[in-house]
């Protein structure tokens, strides 16, 4: 097994984003989002909520970019393999308190939780919940915050703008590893280093089904909160 800290990132591989843009509470508009992808990112493809079609945003997006709307989620969720990762930002509080419940009832709700079923990376943008200096009633911050906990971990993490080049180059990296593993019918032990780096790729760990899983590297997947599949 190569040891992450020891790889060399491969600069030849592109990462497809999908990004989900959502009305936020704060603001934010969409080129926001958009302007501050790193080089590691190909042209994201956009899935857009219904409020943010009401606000405007198709008209100024559909120019640049591939955009998918509520009309589109049968034909979206087909796709949904052909992405790397799924972006949300701007993340509207609603959306994340359905993440959180498991509801499904809008277009971001679905996608989010098709893509979750995928167990692929989904980096939520941290800069639309609110901080303690918010006008918000102290209550529905708490109720928000404790949603984030929930959602967050595994292959579900939080970004800001100044880390989402470093999470890109951790992603890219940690795929440049995972080509390294051996052919699933060898017999493999899997480690400590294994599970981090399935941490840093947001990914489920896959391993053969006669595998040697040691018990620290079981301690360390539910400290990361990694789910090892094997078969």
Known sequence: MTNMTTATLDTKVVLKPL?????????????????SLPPLFAQPEIALSHSAQQRGWLRSLAGDYPVYCQADIERLVLKLTTYDLLIVNPLSLNTL??????LRDSFPAELLWQYSQLGRP?????DSMPDDSSA???HLVR??????QTVTGGSVSGFKPDNVAELAARLVRARTVARGLPPAGSRVFITRDDIIAAADLLEPLRVPANAVITDIAREEAAARGVVIIQG
């Open 19 to 35: 990004i989900l843009c959502c009305l936020p509470e704060n603001g934010q508009q969409p080129y926001e989002a958009l302007t």
């Open 143 to 148: 109720i928000y915050r404790q949603h984030w």
């Open 122 to 126: 989904i980096l939520l943008a941290e």
């Open 97 to 102: 308190a359905k993440f959180a419940l498991g």
């Open 136 to 138: 918000m009633n102290p």
